[in-house]
T-cell receptor, first 114, second 114 residues
Framework: ELKVEQNPLFLSMQEGKNYTIYCNYS?????LYWYRQDPGKSLESLFV?????AVKQEGRLMASLDTKARLSTLHITAAVHDLSATYFC??????????????FGTGTRLKVLA | KAGVTQTPRYLIKTRGQQVTLSCSPI?????VSWYQQTPGQGLQFLFE???????NKGNFPGRFSGRQFSNSRSEMNVSTLELGDSALYLC?????????????FGSGTRLTVV
């Protein structure tokens, strides 16, 4: 069964602190995506990671991909309140017929405390 | 460039009724995928349409159906609504090929079944 697991599911952290969200997936894929969702809103694309060793950074967020370990990380540096949201990773899973599915992780609800 | 447009934004329906949701993808995008999001189950894949054909399907009952028109606009229909169908329904548009780099999501339709 195709699984994409994130941990932690909930994260409460103080402003100014660093933390990492992990995304593990159960089958081979060379593409991983990170999205942000604010309460009641849609998903906003953050990063697209297309190869092993890929690293992308935007502001206080940095994402990386290790396809051999089937692991992606989203690292938060010096958190600020505006980063409070739910973060999802998603993986492209190619099927035998050549089509692909997009499988989302469970989400990590981040709350940054002032 | 216009984004992904979902209508309506909010709906309240009675159990047993049916509902149709609409999604207009980004111009040039041929793939439209639908997701159901609930607090308990997270983001669940419903189906994907590409060039008017259903290409992938998730594990939802037959009450959930969809279609795509020649202009790539897609509709999703839920018949015989149940209370458990209350959710945020998101559609996502993409080029639809493996050269695609992620999805762009619409704002969603919040469906409440009473």
């Amino acid at each position: 069964e195709l699984k994409v697991e994130q941990n932690p599911l909930f994260l409460s952290m103080q402003e100014g602190k660093n933390y990492t969200i992990y995304c593990n997936y159960s089958t081979t894929s060379d593409r991983l995506y990170w999205y942000r969702q604010d309460p009641g809103k849609s998903l906003e694309s953050l990063f697209v990671l297309l190869s092993n060793g890929a690293v992308k950074q935007e502001g206080r967020l940095m994402a990386s991909l290790d396809t051999k370990a089937r692991l992606s990380t989203l690292h938060i540096t010096a958190a600020v309140h505006d980063l409070s949201a739910t973060y999802f990773c998603a993986v492209d899973m190619r099927s035998g017929s050549g089509t692909y599915k997009y499988i989302f992780g469970t989400g990590t609800r981040l709350k940054v405390l002032a | 460039k216009a984004g992904v447009t979902q209508t309506p934004r909010y709906l309240i329906k009675t159990r047993g009724q049916q509902v149709t949701l609409s999604c207009s993808p980004i111009s040039g995008h041929r793939s439209v995928s639908w997701y159901q999001q609930t607090p308990g189950q997270g983001l669940q894949f419903l189906f994907e349409y590409f060039s008017e054909t259903q290409r992938n399907k998730g594990n939802f009952p037959g009450r959930f159906s969809g279609r795509q028109f020649s202009n790539s606009r897609s509709e999703m229909n839920v018949s015989t609504l149940e209370l458990g169908d209350s959710a945020l329904y998101l559609c996502a548009s993409s080029l639809g090929t493996y050269l695609n780099y992620g999805y762009t999501f619409g704002s969603g339709t919040r469906l409440t079944v009473v």
